[in-house]
């Protein structure tokens, strides 16, 4: 029994981070129909986790990674924006401006009253408040 599931998983394309995306989208719409109990949520969960089932029994790995990279092409300028908003909210240190006139991004150093910015790239002066 336990070498037929070990065959049964063997050389199966497995998950990748299209899967995972696949399982949160699964998951998003599972939990909107819990609430909703309107059933059209509940059928569009259960074809992504199909779709994902399939994808990670899939022997095809050259079809598989290719909507990989697919997917990772929107995700990760995606991701880069998320965590470039992260690194914002959570830096204690630094306010960021964007310059008012070629909207560069300006960090400046936080708690130091009212200073006057130059932007390090067209050399625009703005005053902020830090
Ligand atoms: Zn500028």
């Known amino acids: 029994m336990m070498r037929r599931i070990r065959e049964f998983f063997m ?15 699964y998951a ?5 129909y819990l609430i909703t109990k309107n059933n059209v949520f509940l059928f569009i969960a259960l074809a992504v986790a199909l779709y994902q089932v399939f994808r990670t029994l899939s022997r095809n790995f ?3 990674a290719k909507e990989n990279q697919f997917f ?3 995700w990760n300028p995606v991701k880069r924006k998320y965590s470039s908003i ?10 960021y401006y964007k310059c008012p006139k070629c909207k560069t991004e300006v ?3 936080k708690n130091k009253g009212k200073i ?6 067209c050399s625009e002066q703005f005053i902020k408040k830090t």
């Open 11 to 25: 050389n199966r394309y497995g998950t990748d981070q299209l899967n995972r995306a696949l399982m949160v989208v």
């Open 28 to 32: 998003l719409f599972f939990f909107v």
């Open 62 to 64: 050259t079809q598989r």
């Open 72 to 74: 990772l092409k929107y």
């Open 86 to 95: 992260k690194k914002k909210v959570t830096d204690k240190t630094h306010r």
């Open 107 to 109: 960090r400046v150093p």
């Open 116 to 121: 006057r910015i130059t932007c390090p790239k």
